[in-house]
């Protein structure tokens, strides 16, 4: 058989990725599947081969800092879809898109339709650049290609029936809710303690309530809402470094010598399949278990002494002068794996059975239910007038977190 025409070969695999979609769930409304199947998102990465363009769970990267860092990205197809079920756009809408890069802009366009508004704002000139270019490109004139920073959204164009922030943000600046519409939608890949879900925030009253949640992964947030992480590297040669999204909780100068103390270890009994979604157990340890933070192991350095299950991410409870971390053993045959805890200090073992029972409630109380329930309050409200399980403080937010029991 010969090989297909260039374009014919995009539709094909732009077909396959939206079928795709459907299938797994990500894809429910008729008005997405349509834009997902009309837009050539191939011509704004042209450096990308066809198969890299319309992969459907990955992103292509179009930009790296000095560092290898990426900063600027066209997400993958079905971020994207997860992203738009969110925002419930209409027809006629006015939409705001922060962070750029021009496929997810058409989509966008494509909902709103020619009555419609989209502006798609970026701090970088060059992911607008090329926004700009693919959007000429394929005709998408009612798109308003701007650079400036996304922390203060775009009053010229407010107020906004949706507004769909495709970077990952750690706060929630008053921008996004001051000019958005009274019902509107806020989606938002929110960084909560090192994790990120995007939600899509309702706003009812003023204040800013989630009505769904995802896991996801996005590039960082440049600009003046960007935020680094705290670390902390444990002295030793193993190459041990805590890293504190939201604020350092202890002194972890008291967890100088933690390492040479003996190893404790503990089971939980919780047991999960290897196939069942664990992201609310990530949430509940990140959220509820006082001074969380997450780990990293340089590999370069790495003894075997710690022995976390992943060198790159663990979670982490610090505990004054102890800290202890979850693991996970597989059963034999691969299908199942039970979660436990490992932890270093004086109080390694008290450390360890805290972190254990956290996973138990975890297990007895949360598990294979829904996720937390989140609001937004503006930095400053009193406790008194905030419900919720637990306070998350944010430069701009106060975050309310509740837990619903599993039925």
């Not at 990725?17 to 599947?33: N, T, Y």
């Not at 000139?125 to 090329?130: E, F, G, I, Y």
């Not at 495709?166 to 994790?195: F, H, M, S």
Request: contains cysteine; hydrophobic residues 40%.
């Amino acid at each position: 058989m010969a090989e297909l025409p260039d374009e014919n070969r995009a539709t094909e695999l732009r077909n396959a990725v939206v079928d795709q979609l459907k299938e797994g769930g990500w894809i429910a409304s008729p008005s997405i599947e349509a834009a997902m199947r009309k837009v050539p998102r191939h011509l704004a990465v042209p450096e990308a081969s066809l198969e890299d363009a319309y992969s459907t769970y990955n992103a292509v990267v179009t930009q790296e800092d000095a560092e290898g860092i990426h900063t600027s990205s066209v997400s993958a197809p079905q971020i994207q879809a997860m992203q738009l079920e969110q925002a419930g756009i209409e027809p006629g809408d006015h939409v705001l898109e922060i962070g750029t890069n021009g496929p997810n802009a058409a989509y966008i366009a494509e909902l709103t339709g020619p009555a419609g508004r989209v502006t798609t704002v970026d701090v970088d000139p060059a992911p607008a650049d090329r926004a700009r270019r693919f959007l000429a490109m394929t005709g998408y004139t009612n798109v308003s290609v701007v650079v400036a920073d996304g922390e203060y959204g775009f009053p010229d164009h407010a107020p906004y029936d949706a507004i769909v922030v495709t970077v990952g943000a750690w706060d929630i600046p008053p921008a996004w809710t001051d000019q958005l519409k009274e019902g509107g939608r806020l989606v938002v890949p929110l960084r909560i303690n090192g994790l990120t879900r995007t939600y899509a925030f309702v706003k009812r009253d003023g204040q800013l309530t989630a009505a769904s949640a995802h896991v996801c992964g996005f590039v960082a947030m440049r600009g003046d809402g960007a935020h680094n992480a705290q670390q902390f590297t444990l002295p030793g040669d193993e190459g041990v470094t805590l890293r504190f999204d939201d604020g350092v909780p202890v002194d972890p100068q008291l967890l100088i010598g933690a390492l040479d103390t003996p190893r404790v270890e503990t089971w939980t009994g919780v047991t999960v399949a290897s196939n069942e979604p664990i992201g609310t157990l990530q949430m509940y340890v990140a959220t509820m278990v006082p001074g969380y933070c997450n780990m990293y192991i340089d590999p370069d350095r790495d003894t075997g002494k710690v022995g976390p299950t992943n060198l790159n991410f663990s979670l982490v409870a610090v505990d004054g002068p102890n800290f202890a971390y979850v693991v996970v053993r597989r059963s034999d045959d691969r299908k199942s794996a039970e979660f436990g805890v490992h932890a270093f200090g004086p109080d390694g073992e008290g450390a360890a059975h805290r972190l254990a029972d956290a996973i138990r409630t975890w297990g007895k109380d949360h598990r294979g239910g829904p996720a937390p329930c989140i609001a937004l309050y503006p930095a400053g409200t009193a406790d008194d007038r905030i419900s919720g399980d637990r306070i998350i403080d944010k430069h701009h937010r106060r975050i309310s977190i509740s837990w619903p029991v599993a039925p």
